[in-house]
Structure formats: structure tokens, C-alpha cells
């Protein structure tokens, strides 16, 4: 960096004595790459930059510039320890990968939902029509034997709505659902008996107009 000695104490730049061991008339002027900054008896030169991010002329930065270590409050790819309430996309339903799952994603796949059981009905009567479109448990109380009726759902409609039926007496009472029981182990049958016990339970979901044999305890079908 150039030097400049003055002549005496308070004098300016046209006082100069010599400038780096030169003397006589001496002008100063800022060069290429070279800025002038005088401040009381001191002119400072310094040097202007001549590059950025190792290119020349008027620098735009672009990705990979800088390091996440350099940008002020950037937290690092690998194990971020993130704060406040950070945000991400939501996936759509029934997503089934790696991505990062939105508390909206878990809620709307049905994860942490409360679980809750079907309403509770009694039959009482001899011969219940046992509703086909909704999800329900019932309780047999009939003292004598109750010849139940169940329709076909509605295909879609009704899909994954679960019914209950429970004996609450020693009768073999029935259900009857013509063509509509799937088993599991002949094709489609008729009739549900229930064995002379208390606790006799059949457990039946409906998918696509047919009614689903999930348990049987107690229970024939035939």
C-alpha cells in the first residue's frame, strides 16, 4: 500500500514531501483495481474487488455459491434441528413412501382418530328387521326365539359399516339374509343360527351389497 509523508504537522495532500521514497511533483489518482480514500492527513488506497465466487464483472450469486454454514440462521440438511412450526407439503391420501407426513396427512388417513363404538340396540321383538345402512351392536333380549331379518347394503354406499349381534338368552334365535352371507367357507349363504346360549355373537361388514362374515362365536351359518 503507498505511504505518504507530509512536510509538517496539518498540512494536505499538496503538502507531500514524497510518496514512497519519490519526491517533486506528485500526483495521486486512483488506478485500476484501486480506490483512494482520504480521511484527515491520511489518504488510504485500497484495493477494489475484482471478483466474486471466482467470476468477474457484475456477479449474481447463484446456487452453490455458499454453504449452508455461511447463510445466517439456516439450519443443515442432514438432521436439522428445526424450531417454531415448520410446514410441508401435504400428501395426497393413502401416500405410502418416505416423505415427511403433515399432522393434516395423519388426521385425514385416520391415525389418532378416538376410537368409538357403534350404537347400542336391543331387540326385543320376534321378528326384527335388523337396519342394512348403518353401523350398529345389538343386544337380543327376545325370550322366545327372534326370527331376524337382514337386507343387502348399498354397494359402496355402505362399505365398511360393521354390525354386531349379540344373544342375551338361551334361544337359537336366526338371521336371515338371503344369498347375502359370504363366510368364507361354502358360497353365499341364507341363514345365521345362533347356538341356546348367552354371548352367542355374529359380526358382519357390508362391502359391495354382500354382508362380510368378520367372527363368528356361537353362531351357524348354513
Known sequence: MPTLILSGEGQGPSDVSSLNGLTGAITLAAGAGISLTPSGNTITAAALVTSVFSRTGAVTATTGDYTVAQITGAAPLASPALSGTPTAPTATLG????QIATTA???????????TF??????SAGSDAIPPHAAATYIVTTAGVDAMTLAAPTATTDDGKVITVISNTNNSHTITATGLFNSGVSAAVNLAT???FHGATIILMAYQGRWMVLSLNGVVMS
Open 95 to 98: 401416500t405410502n413412501t418416505t
Open 105 to 115: 396427512f395423519v388426521l385425514a388417513n385416520g391415525g389418532g382418530s378416538t376410537l
Open 118 to 123: 357403534a350404537p347400542l340396540n336391543l331387540l
Open 194 to 196: 345362533f347356538n341356546a
